[in-house]
C-alpha cells in the first residue's frame, strides 16, 4: 500500500525523516517496500495551453502541437496519445531541468523542430506508477503561465508498505495516523467534514436481503452536482499514491477511501431505473458491464447492488459502467456501504476482479467509521462540485458490539515473558481501546469499531509487544518438562541408506513432487488412466500436471542431462516420497530409487578405463543397501515393461514384493535420451522398512581349523537357473558345509550345444577339528549326486 | 685338551665371532662364516664337542660359556641375514619407477544432497535441544492445512499461501505447520518436535523463489511457555547454526497460528550488521517466521489453554543452504547436475 508522507502528516504530526518513520513501521510490523520522493524536483516548466494540434509531417504517432504560455506561443512535437486542443498542461520550456538530469534542449524530432516537451507525471517525477499514461493534464483552473513548481508544492515521499491481512484498518492514511498516534503518543486530526446542510432531496430506500451479507448500507443522494476536472492538491493526492484522476466527484470517492479507508461509490442517480435499489445475491443469467469495460457473466455467489432493471454493482467489487458518473452527470446517488468479507473475496475471486475496495472488504472494513467517511466525502463533493444533499439513509440494525477482552498488566506478562510494569502497560491499552473496570477490580477492555484483529488476551499481549518493543523481552526461558525420547526408526534407516548408497558411489538427487503428462505417458508407456495418477487443479505450467508415481522419471532426466552435460559415469539417487491415487485419497509411499548409467570410475583415468554397469551392479547395490532387512529376489511373474526382460528382479522385502531392480528396457533407455549404454535402476519401497529389519545380530562363532574347499565344474542346461544349484546343494543340509559359490560361468566353445558349465566352490569346515579329506569327499559326492538329480548336471573333469 | 687350551680358544673365538659376522656382506659370505663356526665341522662346534674331554667341574663352570656364546653367534648371524635380506629387497626396489604424485584411484564416493545436510545440521542443533522428529503428509487436506490452524476458507490470510490443489479436492501442504496438527492429535503435552519436509507454494519460480521447497517446523507445548522461552530457544538455534556471535531480533508480524507472532531475524551474516547488498543495507537477513501458539489452534486439538501454552517457528531451508553454500539461484537444488553436487554435496 503507498502512503503519501505529505497526506500523512495532514492528519498527525511527524517531524521525523521517512527513514526513521519506516524504522518504526517496521517495529510495529510494517514492513516498507521502497521509500520514493516525488514532487517538484524541476525548473523552468510553465502552464501552458495546448492552442493547436496538426500532424507531425514525417510520424504518424507524433503530433505537431502550438502551445503558448501567454508570453509566447511556440511550435513542440508530442508523442502522447492524449494530447488535445484546449488542454492546460505543463511545458518543458528549453532550458528546463527535468529529474535524472534531464535537460530540455531545441531539438528536431523527425525533421520537426520541438520548442520543449510537453511532459508526463513520471517526467515530472510527480507520480510513483511505473506506468506513463500519457501527458498530465491539468485542471481548467490552472493558470497560464504560472510556474509549474509553484503549484506542484514541496517534494513528497512515497512509501510502499506491506500491510499484514489481520490489520485491513491500517490500510488507510488515517489508519496508518492512528496507529503512529498510539505508539508516539500524539492525536490524530480528524479531517474536516464541514458545509453539510441536509436541506436537500431524501434518500432512496436500499432493500437489504441479508443482513448477513450486508450488515451496513448508508446511501444518499446529491442533487445540481457540476463534474468536472478535480483542483490540482486533489489530484496531486492521486497520483502521489499511483491513481488517475477522472473526475471530481470520483476522485473524491477515491481520496476518502485512500484516507478513511472506507470504500465507496457514486452512482449517477439518473441512470438508474426507479427510485430504490436492492441488495441481493445475483440471478444465473445476469450480467453487468463494470467500470473496467468487461462485462461479466454473475452467480448467486455473486452479491449485487440492483436497480429496478438489474444489477448497477458487484458489491464490494466493482461499479457498473452504464450508471457511473460522467461529465454529464448532475443528481449521484452516493453508497457508503459494508459487506460480509467472505462474500466480497468469494465474489471477487470469481469474476477474477481486484480492486481497492475488494481488497479492503475481504479483510475487513469498519462499520462504525461509515459516517465520518460519509460526511467527509459529501463535504468534499459539495466543497468540489457544488449541489445539494439530503439525509443519510442507513440500515444499519444492530452495531456489531465487540466482546470485552480481559486484560490484566499480569495476563500481558505471563503471555509474553517480561516483565512490563502496570505503569506501561496500562496507558498504552488505554490509547488502544476502551477500559472497564468492574465491581471486584477486574479489567477488561473493548477495542475500537475498526480492530477487528483484536479478540483475545493473546491479541492485546501482542499489542503491548509491539508498542513497547519485541526488544524489551527477555531471552529468560521456563523450566522445560521434556518428553521422553522416543526411537526413530523410519528417520534412522534413512540416513543409513543415504550413507550407504553414498558409499557406493551414489550421489543424492532432489526431484519436484510433479511431473508432466508427457513424462507420466513415456514412463507408463501408455496414456494415464484417469483416476490412476493425482492430478493438480492448477498446476503452474504443463511440466507439473501429475504427482509423480515413481522417482525413476526424475532420476532418468536427470541421468540423461547429466550425460548430455559430457559426465560419463552417471550414479544418483532419491529418497523421496511416490503416490498412488485411491478412493480414500492419495496414497504416498516413502521410496528409494537408483540409476546407474555410464562407467565407474567415471572420469578418463591413468589406471585405465571405468567399468560399465551390468545387471549385477544394480543386484550388488540393491543386497548391500538393504543387508540389514530380510530380503529375498524374485523372478517376475509378468516381464515390467520398463526393465529388460532378462535383467529384471523383483525384491521381497518381508512377505511382499516392495521392489524392482534392473537393466532398463533398451526401448526405455533411448526414449529417455540415455543412449545405447546398458542403464540400471531399482526402485524399492521403504514405507514399512524398519519393520523388516534382520534379526539382531549375534555372534555364533567360527571354526579355528583350516577350510577346505573344492571347486564343481558341472555341465547344466543353458537355460538351467544358477538358484537351482545352489537349492539343489542347500537341501543336503550337509553339516560341514560352510558356503557355496560361483566362481566361474561359460558357455560356447568345446561345450555341447545348448549346455553351459558352471563352476561351484564348496567350502567345509568342522567347529572342533580339521576335517578329513575322505569327509570332504564324502560330502562332495553327496552334493555331485544331488545335483545330478534334481538338476541333470553332470560333472567335468 | 687340557681346561687352558680349551678357555684360550673360546676367548679367541669370542674375539672374532663378532668380527667375522658383520664382516660378512652378502648372504654367502655370512652362509660360509655360519659353517664356520656353527657348521658340524664348525670352530665353536668343535669347541662344544671338546667339552667332553674336560673334567665334570670343569665342564660345569665352562659348559654355560661355551652354550652362551653359542647362542649369541646364533643370533648375530640371523640378525645380520635380515638386514642383508633387506638390503637386497631395497636395492631391487629401488630400481622400481613409481610416481606418487599421480591421482589415486576413483572409489566413486556420492555425494549427499545440500538440502539433506542443511536439514541435518539443523535437526542436529534442534534434536540436542530436545526437539523430536516428527512428519507428515505432502498431500494435505484443507483442514489440516488451513482450518485447523486458524486460517478460515475465504479468509484473506490464505492470500499469504498460494495452493496447489488436486483435482481430488486434496492439496500439496503450503507449510509444515499441518505436523503441529496431526502431531498434538496423538499427543499429550508437554510436546516437543521439529518437523523437516518438503512444501509447495503455487509461484512463479526465479533465483529466488521455489514452488516446492523445504522448512523446518519447531513447535514445544507445555505449562507456561512464553515469548521469552520461544526468543530463547531461536536464540540458541540461529547460534547454534551460525556461530556463537549470532544475534537475532524480533519484530512483529501476522501468522493466523500463532499469537502474537514475530518475525525473526538474523543480524547479517556477511555484513554483521554495517549493511551490505545482501541485507538490503538493513544489517538484518529474514530467517524465519514464529510466535506464540494462538490458543484457537490448541482448542481446536482440545487442549485447555488455561493450563497449556506453546510457541511455534518456521524456517525455510534453502535460503540457509544458499547463504551457507553461496549459491545464487535456489532452482538449482533440483536440477541434479553432478557439478553442481559434487561442490556443494555433503
Known amino acids: ?797 | 685338551m687340557t681346561r687352558e687350551s680349551w678357555e684360550q680358544r673360546l676367548r679367541g673365538l669370542e674375539d672374532s665371532a663378532v668380527a667375522s659376522v658383520s664382516g660378512a656382506t652378502d648372504l654367502e659370505s655370512l652362509e660360509a662364516v655360519r659353517v664356520d663356526l656353527l657348521g658340524r665341522k664348525g670352530r665353536l662346534t668343535g669347541l662344544l664337542k671338546g667339552l667332553k674331554d674336560l673334567t665334570i667341574d670343569d665342564r660345569k663352570t665352562l659348559g654355560p660359556q661355551a652354550n652362551r656364546l653359542r647362542d649369541e653367534v646364533a643370533r648375530l648371524i640371523e640378525d645380520r641375514r635380515t638386514s642383508l635380506e633387506r638390503a637386497a629387497i631395497d636395492a631391487e626396489l629401488a630400481s622400481v619407477s613409481l610416481d606418487a604424485s599421480l591421482p589415486p584411484r576413483d572409489l566413486g564416493l556420492g555425494r549427499r544432497h545440500p538440502i539433506t545436510k542443511t536439514i541435518e545440521d539443523m535437526a542436529g542443533i534442534l534434536s540436542r535441544l530436545g526437539f523430536a522428529w516428527a512428519d507428515g503428509p505432502r498431500v494435505e487436506s484443507d483442514r489440516y492445512n488451513f482450518t485447523a490452524l486458524n486460517i478460515p476458507e475465504d479468509h484473506s490470510a490464505r492470500d499469504m499461501q498460494d495452493t496447489f490443489y488436486l483435482e481430488n479436492g486434496q492439496l500439496l501442504r503450503t507449510h509444515t505447520s499441518p505436523v503441529q496438527i496431526r502431531y498434538l492429535e496423538k499427543h499429550a503435552p508437554p510436546v516437543r518436535i521439529m518437523a523437516p519436509g518438503r512444501v509447495f507454494r503455487h509461484e512463479a519460480e526465479d533465483a529466488g523463489h521455489a514452488a516446492v521447497f523445504h522448512q523446518i517446523e519447531g513447535l514445544y507445548v507445555d505449562r507456561g511457555v512464553t515469548m521469552a522461552d520461544l526468543k530463547n530457544t531461536l536464540s540458541v538455534f540461529m547460534k547454534g547454526l551460525f556461530g556463537a556471535q549470532t544475534k537475532i531480533r524480533m519484530r512483529p508480524s501476522y501468522f493466523p497460528f500463532t499469537e502474537p507472532s514475530a518475525e525473526v531475524d538474523v543480524q547479517c551474516l556477511l555484513c554483521k550488521g554495517d549493511g551490505c547488498s545482501a541485507c538490503k543495507q538493513s544489517g538484518w537477513m529474514e530467517m524465519l517466521g514464529s510466535g506464540v501458539v494462538n490458543p484457537a489452534v490448541l482448542k481446536g486439538v482440545g487442549l485447555d489453554t488455561e493450563i497449556w501454552s506453546g510457541f511455534a517457528f518456521g524456517v525455510g531451508v534453502e535460503r540457509i543452504a544458499m547463504l551457507r553454500l553461496g549459491i545464487p539461484d535456489i532452482r538449482m537444488f533440483y536440477e541434479n547436475d553432478l557439478r553442481f553436487l559434487r561442490q556443494v554435496g555433503a
Open chain 1, 1 to 797: 500500500m503507498k502512503i503519501s508522507l505529505n497526506w500523512l502528516r495532514s492528519l498527525i504530526d511527524l517531524e521525523m525523516p521517512p527513514e526513521d518513520l519506516s524504522a518504526k513501521l517496521l517495529n510495529l510490523g510494517f514492513e516498507t517496500e521502497s521509500i520514493e520522493t516525488i514532487g517538484a524536483q524541476f525548473s523552468g516548466v510553465v502552464i501552458a495551453e495546448v492552442k493547436k494540434v496538426g500532424p507531425h509531417p514525417n510520424a504518424d504517432r507524433l503530433s505537431l502541437c502550438v502551445v503558448s504560455d501567454g508570453a509566447e506561443t511556440c511550435e513542440v512535437v508530442c508523442g502522447a496519445p492524449n494530447v488535445a486542443e484546449g488542454q492546460r498542461i505543463a511545458l518543458a520550456k528549453i532550458g528546463a531541468k527535468l529529474p535524472g538530469d534531464f535537460r530540455i534542449k531545441k531539438s528536431k524530432i523527425r525533421g520537426a523542430v520541438s520548442n520543449g516537451m510537453i511532459c508526463s507525471a513520471k517526467e515530472l517525477g510527480l507520480s510513483s506508477n511505473g506506468e506513463d499514461k500519457g501527458i498530465l493534464v491539468l485542471g481548467e483552473d490552472a493558470v497560464v503561465g504560472t510556474d509549474f513548481s509553484s503549484i506542484t508544492g514541496e517534494p513528497d515521499v512515497v512509501l510502499d508498505l506491506d500491510v499484514t491481512p489481520n490489520r485491513p484498518d491500517c490500510l488507510s492514511h488515517l489508519g496508518l495516523a492512528r496507529e503512529l498516534a498510539i505508539t508516539l503518543g500524539r492525536e490524530v486530526r480528524r479531517p474536516g467534514t464541514d458545509g453539510i446542510s441536509e436541506d436537500g432531496p431524501n434518500p432512496w430506500p436500499v432493500a437489504v436481503e441479508d443482513a448477513e451479507e450486508c450488515p451496513r448500507y448508508v446511501g444518499r443522494i446529491v442533487e445540481g452536482v457540476r463534474v468536472g476536472p478535480s483542483p490540482d492538491w486533489l489530484r496531486r493526492r492521486l497520483e502521489s499514491i499511483g491513481l488517475r484522476p477522472i473526475n471530481n466527484v470520483v476522485d473524491v470517492t477515491n481520496f476518502v477511501l485512500h484516507e478513511t479507508g472506507q470504500p465507496m461509490h457514486a452512482f449517477d442517480a439518473d441512470k438508474l431505473a426507479g427510485d430504490a435499489l436492492s441488495v441481493r445475491a445475483a440471478r444465473e443469467g445476469e450480467k453487468i458491464v463494470a467500470l473496467d469495460e468487461t462485462e461479466y457473466a454473475l452467480s448467486p455467489e455473486n452479491l449485487v447492488i440492483a436497480d429496478a432493471e438489474g444489477p448497477v454493482a458487484v458489491a464490494g467489487v466493482i461499479g457498473g459502467l452504464e450508471t457511473a458518473v460522467t461529465a454529464g452527470t448532475s443528481r449521484l446517488f452516493l453508497e457508503f456501504a459494508n459487506f460480509r468479507p467472505t462474500r466480497v473475496r468469494r465474489s471477487a475471486k470469481r469474476l477474477a476482479v481486484r480492486t481497492d475496495s475488494s481488497y479492503r472488504f475481504e479483510r475487513g472494513a469498519d462499520l462504525g467509521g461509515i459516517p465520518a467517511a460519509a460526511a467527509r466525502a459529501t463535504a468534499l463533493i459539495l466543497e468540489l462540485a457544488g449541489g445539494k444533499t439530503g439525509p443519510l439513509s442507513d440500515t444499519n440494525a444492530s452495531p456489531a458490539a465487540h466482546r470485552p477482552i480481559d486484560v490484566s498488566a499480569r495476563r500481558m506478562n505471563e503471555i509474553l515473558g517480561s516483565d512490563f510494569p502496570d505503569d506501561r502497560i496500562l496507558p498504552l491499552l488505554k490509547r488502544i481501546g476502551e477500559i472497564f473496570q468492574d465491581a471486584s477490580g477486574r479489567l477488561s477492555l473493548v477495542p475500537p469499531s475498526y480492530r477487528l484483529d483484536l479478540a483475545t488476551p493473546n491479541d492485546l499481549a501482542e499489542e503491548v509487544a509491539r508498542h513497547l518493543g519485541y526488544d524489551a523481552i527477555g531471552e529468560d526461558p521456563a523450566p522445560a518438562h521434556l518428553p521422553v525420547p522416543e526411537p526413530d526408526p523410519v528417520r534412522d534407516a534413512c540416513a543409513a541408506l543415504g550413507a550407504t548408497l553414498c558409499g557406493l558411489g551414489f550421489s543424492e538427487a532432489y526431484h519436484r513432487d510433479m511431473v508432466s503428462e508427457t513424462a507420466l505417458v513415456r514412463f507408463l508407456g501408455r496414456a494415464p488412466k484417469p483416476g490412476d495418477h493425482p492430478k493438480l487443479l492448477n498446476p503452474l505450467s504443463e511440466e507439473w500436471a501429475y504427482l509423480r508415481p515413481s522417482l525413476l522419471i526424475g532420476l532418468m532426466g536427470s541421468a540423461a542431462s547429466n550425460l548430455n552435460h559430457g559426465a560419463h559415469g552417471v550414479r544418483l539417487f532419491e529418497l523421496g516420497r511416490v503416490y498412488t491415487q485411491t478412493l480414500d485419497g492419495v496414497r504416498e509411499r516413502l521410496t528409494v530409487s537408483g540409476i546407474l548409467a555410464g562407467p565407474v570410475p567415471s572420469r578418463a583415468h591413468w589406471t585405465g578405463p571405468g567399468r560399465e554397469p551390468d545387471f549385477f551392479s544394480v543386484k550388488g547395490a540393491v543386497e548391500a543397501l538393504l543387508r540389514d532387512y530380510r530380503t529375498a529376489w524374485k523372478t517376475p511373474a509378468a516381464p515390467d515393461a520398463l526393465f529388460h526382460p532378462k535383467a529384471c528382479l523383483e525384491l521381497n522385502i518381508g512377505n511382499k514384493t516392495r521392489g524392482v531392480a534392473g537393466l532398463l528396457h533398451p526401448s526405455v533407455a533411448k526414449a529417455w535420451d540415455l543412449g545405447d549404454r546398458p542403464v540400471g535402476a531399482f526402485e524399492i519401497d521403504i514405507e514399512e522398512l524398519p519393520q523388516w529389519k534382520a534379526r539382531r545380530a549375534r555372534f555364533a562363532g567360527f571354526s579355528p581349523f583350516p577350510s577346505s574347499s573344492r571347486d564343481l565344474s558341472l555341465l547344466v542346461d543353458a537355460g538351467a537357473r544358477y538358484e537351482s544349484l545352489e537349492r539343489a546343494v542347500g537341501a543336503l543340509k550337509l553339516e560341514s558345509l560352510d558356503s557355496v559359490s560361483c566362481i566361474d560361468v561359460f558357455e560356447g566353445d568345446g561345450l555341447p550345444v545348448g549346455k553351459k558349465s558352471v563352476t561351484l566352490r564348496l567350502s567345509f569346515s568342522h567347529p572342533e577339528r580339521t576335517l578329513k579329506d575322505e569327509e570332504v569327499q564324502a560330502a562332495v559326492a553327496k552334493a555331485v549326486e544331488a545335483l545330478a538329480k534334481e538338476c541333470g548336471a553332470q560333472r567335468r573333469g
